[in-house]
């Protein structure tokens, strides 16, 4: 049971029957989008390079990047590759990185996705988005911005290893609630150092026009792995969700103005329907694909393990999309280990891909988490 003293315990061990009816329909909808594959994301990892040093970063990023950024020319004929096999209209272009603003053409790719009717948007540290990048982004079409904003000045400069980082990505924010036309939201990994603030930190975004708020926990991958102090206590693992519960509800009752989504990460037992907006799905294989920096076809940019299927340099993008993913597909594979006889195999299927390693083992369990 978890309770942070401010709203209801939740038993992570049961479900009940309104959760167990959503998340079986949740299971046949996985099973037929699956089958289907209908592509609807697809993520460019435009850059492996950073002007940030992040404590958390799972694609272990640096401003010295030994993969050089992938020409935009590459990037556009997988578009024209699979142009042809969807709707332009219900496939998400997203550009990802490293830090996406590095590159000085991403306008420029970002208008050849809205002369073909694509929309796209990506996800920024905010650091170089001032008024001028800001309006030429607009200008090229851009649909959506995520920036990330990871507690106050001092817990947000420490993770981000930056002294201005907090400031830049603030004034950024700034800019974007000025936007009417744009979608945007705020994403904020919280760890030991920001959690206790969490509450005031919700009045600070909103203070800054924030309306849409996604929350992550950290998981040991990439150059996370490596430092154990960003890793929350089972305890705090559990305020975060009681905190994330007690928001929805505030709005649902009209109290809150601030809508709020715990990450795509993982099952997550009794709060499953509490804490964002669907039941657990990983979209990744199924919907979502991504293109590395490398060129290599993998689900979405935060598997950091070799689960690629393929690289845009020796292989067809369609073709691979329509043919393999098998192991993204059919995840009988993962019912082993600390899965092979849990309860809510059945609702989980082994949790997130990108929650694996190279060896195929599950590095990281929401459910065991919140049980403990």
Same mark, same amino acid.
């Given at each position: 049971?978890?309770?942070?003293?401010?709203?209801?315990?939740?038993? #992570?061990?049961?479900?009940?029957?309104?959760?167990?009816?959503? *998340?079986?329909?949740?299971?046949?909808?996985?099973?037929?989008?699956?089958?289907?594959?209908? *592509?609807?994301?697809?993520?460019?990892?435009?850059?492996?390079?950073?002007?940030?040093?992040?404590?958390?970063? $799972?694609?272990?990023?640096?401003?010295?990047? $030994?993969?050089?950024?992938?020409?935009?020319?590459?990037?556009?004929?997988?578009?024209?590759?699979?142009?042809?096999?969807?709707?332009?209209?219900?496939?998400?272009?997203?550009?990802?990185?490293?830090?996406?603003?590095?590159?000085?053409?991403?306008?420029?790719?970002?208008?050849? =996705?809205?002369?073909?009717?694509?929309?796209?948007?990506? #996800?920024?540290?905010?650091? =170089?988005?001032?008024?001028?990048?800001?309006?030429?982004?607009?200008? !090229?079409?851009?649909? !959506?911005?995520?920036?990330? /904003?990871?507690?106050?000045?001092?817990?947000?400069?420490?993770?981000?290893?930056?002294?201005?980082?907090?400031?830049?990505?603030?004034?950024?924010?700034? /800019?974007?609630?000025?936007?009417?036309? *744009?979608?945007?939201?705020?994403?904020?990994?919280?760890?030991?150092?920001?959690?206790?603030?969490?509450?005031?930190?919700?009045?600070?975004?909103?203070? *800054?026009?924030?309306?849409?708020?996604?929350?992550?926990?950290?998981?040991?991958?990439?150059?996370?792995? %490596?430092?154990?102090?960003?890793? /929350?206590?089972?305890?705090?693992?559990?305020?975060?969700?009681?905190?994330?519960?007690? /928001?929805?509800?505030?709005?649902?009752? $009209?109290?809150?103005?601030?809508?709020?989504?715990? +990450?795509?990460?993982?099952?997550? +037992?009794?709060?499953?329907?509490? #804490?964002?907006?669907?039941?657990?799905?990983?979209?990744?294989?199924?919907?979502?694909?991504?293109?590395?920096?490398?060129?290599?076809?993998?689900?979405?940019?935060?598997?950091?393990?070799?689960?690629? %299927?393929?690289?845009?340099?020796?292989?067809?993008?369609?073709?691979?999309?329509?043919?393999?993913?098998?192991?993204?597909?059919?995840?009988?594979?993962?019912?082993?280990? %600390?899965?092979?006889?849990?309860?809510?195999?059945?609702?989980?299927? +082994?949790?997130?891909?990108?929650?694996?390693?190279?060896?195929?083992?599950? =590095?990281?369990?929401?459910?065991?988490?919140?049980?403990?």
């Amino acid at each position: 049971m978890a309770d942070n003293g401010k709203g209801k315990s939740v038993d #992570v061990e049961r479900l009940s029957l309104r959760q167990r009816a959503g *998340l079986e329909l949740f299971r046949k909808v996985r099973h037929n989008s699956a089958e289907i594959h209908q *592509l609807r994301s697809l993520f460019w990892e435009c850059t492996l390079r950073c002007n940030m040093n992040c404590r958390h970063c $799972g694609s272990d990023c640096r401003q010295l990047s $030994g993969t050089k950024d992938m020409p935009a020319a590459d990037f556009l004929k997988v578009i024209d590759n699979i142009t042809p096999h969807v709707d332009p209209h219900k496939t998400f272009i997203i550009f990802t990185g490293g830090e996406v603003l590095l590159r000085p053409d991403i306008e420029e790719v970002g208008l050849e =996705l809205y002369r073909r009717e694509f929309p796209w948007g990506m #996800v920024t540290n905010g650091y =170089l988005l001032d008024e001028r990048r800001l309006d030429s982004l607009m200008r !090229s079409g851009i649909h !959506s911005i995520t920036v990330s /904003l990871d507690g106050f000045e001092d817990d947000h400069n420490w993770i981000r290893q930056n002294g201005e980082s907090f400031k830049r990505a603030s004034h950024a924010i700034g /800019l974007l609630a000025k936007e009417h036309e *744009l979608l945007w939201d705020v994403v904020t990994c919280v760890n030991p150092r920001n959690i206790d603030s969490m509450e005031r930190f919700k009045d600070y975004l909103v203070s *800054l026009g924030v309306r849409y708020w996604r929350v992550f926990t950290i998981f040991p991958m990439g150059r996370a792995a %490596q430092n154990p102090d960003l890793q /929350l206590s089972d305890e705090q693992f559990k305020m975060v969700f009681d905190f994330i519960a007690r /928001l929805r509800r505030e709005e649902a009752e $009209g109290r809150s103005p601030i809508h709020v989504n715990y +990450g795509c990460e993982g099952f997550v +037992g009794g709060y499953e329907g509490k #804490v964002r907006d669907h039941f657990f799905f990983c979209r990744a294989g199924l919907e979502v694909a991504s293109v590395l920096a490398d060129g290599s076809i993998s689900g979405c940019t935060s598997i950091r393990s070799n689960f690629h %299927q393929g690289n845009i340099y020796k292989d067809d993008f369609w073709e691979v999309w329509q043919t393999r993913f098998e192991k993204y597909r059919d995840r009988g594979w993962t019912k082993k280990g %600390q899965c092979d006889g849990c309860k809510f195999f059945r609702y989980c299927e +082994g949790s997130g891909m990108h929650l694996y390693d190279d060896n195929e083992e599950l =590095l990281f369990c929401h459910y065991l988490r919140l049980k403990h």
